[in-house]
């Protein structure tokens, strides 16, 4: 009778849960991909949130622009960001960022990136380039991390080509694919309300 009852509990929650019933596409290009192995077609398919806004994104973020692990956002930190030459730039929205954020970021939502932002000259000058509106220089323009969610979140990769559509070199700027999510699955800490 318990086995019954636990069959009964597990397919109760599995109806109920989004994440084993939906199917998702993996790209916006594609939903499943298929391949010959050994004579056996192989096929990856992907189950969760539902891509767009979800899609998988790619390593790499934009042509120069380097992509780096874990270890590299903390060698970030602790050379660059500390010497008070570069950022780690968390793009994701205000209340998110606050419930949870790699230490030592700041919050700049991808919107404020966005070229029809009235107030992106603003930001650029901020990020330390002079001139924005007339003769952009990014000599003394910070170094850069962009972060968002993780490798399902868009928004990093949306906030590098508006950072790059500006002007700024992508020698300066870098991306962290993971983002918080992978920061946090792997156990590093993160800060709250910062």
């Known amino acids: 009778m318990v ?12 109806a109920s849960s989004p ?3 939906q199917s998702s596409a993996i790209t ?3 939903s499943a991909f298929a391949f010959p192995m050994n004579g056996v077609e ?6 969760g949130p539902s891509c767009s806004p979800s899609c998988i994104q790619p390593m790499t973020a934009a042509a120069g622009v380097e992509t780096l692990g874990e ?31 790699v230490p030592g970021s700041v919050n ?3 919107t404020t990136f966005k070229p029809d932002n009235p107030y992106r000259a603003d930001l650029l000058s901020a990020l330390g380039v002079s001139n924005p509106e007339t003769a952009p220089n990014f000599a003394s323009a910070f170094s850069l991390v962009i972060i968002g969610n993780g490798p399902d979140d868009g928004a990093a990769r949306d906030a590098i080509q508006h950072l790059l559509g500006a002007g700024y070199p992508p020698n300066k ?3 962290y694919r993971g983002g ?7 156990g590093l800490n993160i800060s709250v309300g910062q």
Do not use: C
């Open 3 to 14: 086995s019954v009852r636990h069959a009964v509990i597990a397919a109760g929650i599995a």
């Open 71 to 101: 270890l590299e956002v903390i060698g970030f930190l602790q050379n660059v960001v500390s010497t008070g030459s570069g950022l780690l730039v968390d793009v994701r929205m205000p209340g998110t960022f606050s419930s949870g954020s």
């Open 28 to 30: 916006e290009g594609g």
């Open 173 to 175: 700027v870098k991306y």
């Open 19 to 21: 994440l084993v019933a």
């Open 42 to 47: 192989m096929t990856i398919t992907r189950t």
């Open 108 to 110: 700049v939502p991808v």
């Open 180 to 186: 918080a999510s992978t920061w946090s699955a792997l």
